[in-house]
């Protein structure tokens, strides 16, 4: 029992909701990994150890189930904090925002990024909750003037839209080039 | 005095000092923000800067490492909120200064002492470089893996409460290095027959996801806020008088800054905590800690702006970044073919020296823009933090999408966002990952090309630097290993 306590005290940290079962599915994807190392890695015959293409993964791998064990072992052993389903629920909330981000990233190329941006922006804003027409103007405002710094000043690489081609040839190039 | 000149020279560009200007007052404005950080910004800015010249993209992103913490200190005295996670110690006597009514003195103090933190670190930097220009080309590559693993080490061990977590997230990120081709046979690793994988996952992409993505996530989950900070009255320059009441304190939380921001993975949080500690324990006045001391906020305020120069020092001299902004930085080194290390610092001394000057400029336009615009950076703290994580969320697309055009790039680092949302919700770091990442590349290159020369493990230390680095590593174990037990001991007693 004492041996017990002794551990306890050892590995006792403060912790938050939902540390358990990160700790849990960290651990359990490094040993997924960690059994993958003989098909995922080569072994080359006649090359020294640590020039061996499998030796830094599973150098890597290694730590990370032995940390995983141990930080394991200390939320296992701290003091339980309720709220647990909730957090979770707050981590699966933000795929919604994936989502948002994924869609935008998938218009940019079809609308152009100056159209797409001006509508993502606004949208954005107003399902974040803000309804004041100053807020949505200032989204656009503020999405004209990244696009305007990063492609037209910048010259980042973002294509053009599709819709970009059902353009005049003159305004075309322009928008190819600045927006 | 040659150098000088034409590091002079290097800086005498509009372009440079557009970036610099831009750099400097965009990082206040940045660090100001509490939610938005250093990171987020430099995160975002990285892929931009890939088309400007190194000179130039470093100058802008250096401009925003070294100014974000000024901007930071000014939602930490005023709304008690820190603008960067760096400024948590300001608060403990900024807020109280403020509710005293001494906002103005506060802030000025703050300025004052980031000023001196930061002009006295760069100082230290062009003093030490021709020591550092002496030493660094005797790093082989068997030094430069062991101060990469010193720096492995440290940052594991420099997390206090949660090392097991930093070392499995540290160890990720070296598993993260490895995805995809292997850089001597080309045989592939953990690509499960995926092509996407094939050419591994990109730096910018986790840093982008981890930082960038991560926040603005968190910020548009998480309840709006609204933050309200009262206007400062009254001119600002007072405090510039008063630091050389706090001269011993400023001088002394300086050179804290600069010894733990050259050492990896310690950084500012370690600088901050001792020179508190000192300043606290040689008061007159030390029960005033913690509620409004003077001698507290100064101490606080320069030791973590004597960072930023300090960390460029194992970057510039080693090519060895100690924490997540420098770990960014690299990559616009290899991006322009600059490699650092100690070829940079025999080869190409003009344009570090330059650096220097740009951060040391960089020092005296943001304190000349705080002491007259303090009210209107007030204005930028009171955005609300949805709409932020709106602006951040846009932001993050072109540094992600700019990189290769890749939608895979952007699923991956919208999975590194949400991956970053959960650790930032259990206070776990996400740095480690990242350094995992750049230093693992590192120990794997070093460790191969050391090999054909060391025919016995003992080969491997026979050399004096590699001596001592391993020397270095076996003392902080043990350190840490005693401290472990010292404290597990008291609590035991405090217990009996």
Same mark, same amino acid.
């Given at each position: ?67 995983? +064990? ?92 599709? +819709? ?16 | ?63 925003? @490492? ?24 300001? $608060? @403990? ?19 004052? /002492? ?43 061990? /420099? ?5 097991? /977590? ?65 206007? *400062? ?118 344009? *570090? ?31 609300? $933090? ?44 996400? *740095? ?34 590699? /001596? ?29």
């Amino acid at each position: 029992m004492s041996q017990i306590k002794t551990m306890q005290q050892l590995f006792k940290r403060e912790r938050r909701s939902g540390d358990l079962i990160f700790a849990l599915l960290f651990l359990a994807f490094a040993i997924f990994l960690l059994a993958n190392i003989g098909n995922q890695t080569q072994w080359v015959k006649g090359t020294k150890l640590v020039s061996q293409p499998s030796f830094w993964p599973a150098i890597s791998l290694a730590g990370m189930t032995l940390f995983g +064990i141990l930080h394991l072992i200390g939320s296992i052993l701290s003091p339980r904090i309720y709220g647990r389903l909730k957090e979770i629920g707050f981590w699966l909330r933000s795929l919604e925002y994936v989502s948002w981000f994924l869609a935008y990233v998938w218009l940019v190329p079809i609308i152009g990024y100056l159209l797409a941006t001006l509508i993502f922006m606004p949208l954005l804003v107003f399902r974040a909750g803000y309804r004041e027409k100053r807020l949505l103007l200032l989204s656009m405002i503020i999405g004209l003037t990244i696009v305007v710094v990063f492609k037209s000043f910048l010259s980042v690489k973002i294509p053009g839209g599709m +819709i970009y081609e059902y353009l005049p040839d003159a305004m075309r190039s322009f928008m190819l080039i600045n927006f | 005095m040659e150098l000088l000149l034409a590091a002079i020279d290097n800086l005498l560009r509009w372009d440079v000092l557009v970036a610099l200007l831009i750099g400097s007052i965009g990082g206040v404005l940045i660090g100001a923000i509490p939610g938005v950080g250093a990171a987020v910004a430099i995160a975002i800015l990285l892929p931009a800067t890939f088309s400007l010249e190194p000179l130039v993209g470093l100058t802008l992103l250096l401009g925003i @490492y070294g100014s974000s913490m000024y901007g930071g200190s000014i939602p930490a005295i005023l709304i008690n909120t820190p603008g960067t996670a760096v400024n948590a110690l300001t $608060t @403990y006597d900024g807020y109280p200064m403020t509710q005293r009514n001494e906002a103005r003195r506060a802030l000025s103090l703050a300025y004052s /002492a980031s000023f001196m933190g930061g002009v006295f670190s760069v100082i230290c930097l062009m003093l030490l470089s021709p020591l550092l220009a002496l030493i660094a080309p005797h790093f082989g590559s068997r030094e430069i893996f062991l101060a990469a693993l010193l720096g492995i080490i440290l940052v594991v061990l /420099a997390h206090r409460g949660k090392v097991f /977590a930093a070392g499995m997230l540290v160890c990720f990120g070296i598993f993260l290095n490895n995805i995809g081709l292997e850089p001597m046979r080309y045989t592939k690793r953990y690509t499960f027959e995926q092509s996407w994988l094939a050419s591994g996952v990109d730096l910018i992409v986790v840093i982008l996801g981890l930082f960038a993505l991560s926040q603005a996530f968190l910020l548009l989950v998480k309840k709006d806020e609204r933050p309200e900070a009262a206007r *400062v009255s009254g001119g600002i320059f007072q405090g510039l008088k008063e630091l050389w009441l706090y001269k011993r304190v400023a001088t002394v939380a300086s050179s804290f800054g600069v010894v733990m921001g050259m050492i990896p993975g310690v950084g500012e949080f370690t600088a901050q905590f001792m020179s508190y500690t000192y300043a606290q324990k040689t008061s007159k006045t030390p029960e005033q800690f913690g509620k409004g001391s003077p001698e507290g906020l100064v101490s606080s305020e320069a030791a973590n702006n004597a960072v930023p120069a300090a960390a460029m020092i194992p970057l510039l001299a080693l090519g060895i970044p100690g924490e997540a902004l420098t770990a960014m930085m690299l990559s616009v080194f290899y991006v322009h073919n600059v490699i650092p290390g100690p070829q940079l610092f025999q080869n190409q001394m003009d344009f *570090v020296m330059a650096l220097y000057i740009a951060l040391l400029l960089l020092n005296v336009m943001v304190l000349i823009f705080l002491l007259f615009s303090t009210n209107m950076i007030l204005k930028v703290i009171r955005i609300p $933090t949805r709409f932020l994580g709106v602006v951040i969320l846009t932001l993050s697309f072109v540094g992600v999408y700019s990189l290769r055009n890749s939608m895979t790039d952007c699923i991956i680092a919208a999975v590194f966002g949400v991956f970053g949302l959960i650790l930032k919700r259990l206070d776990l770091p996400t *740095v480690p990952i990242i350094l995992g990442m750049v230093l693992g590349n590192i120990m794997e290159v070093k460790l191969r090309s050391s090999m054909p020369r060391v025919k016995t493990p003992l080969d491997f230390i026979d050399r004096p630097i590699a /001596a001592i680095l391993f020397g270095i590593i076996l003392i902080v174990i043990f350190m840490h290993i005693r401290s472990v037990v010292k404290e597990y001991r008291s609590t035991k007693q405090d217990e009996v």
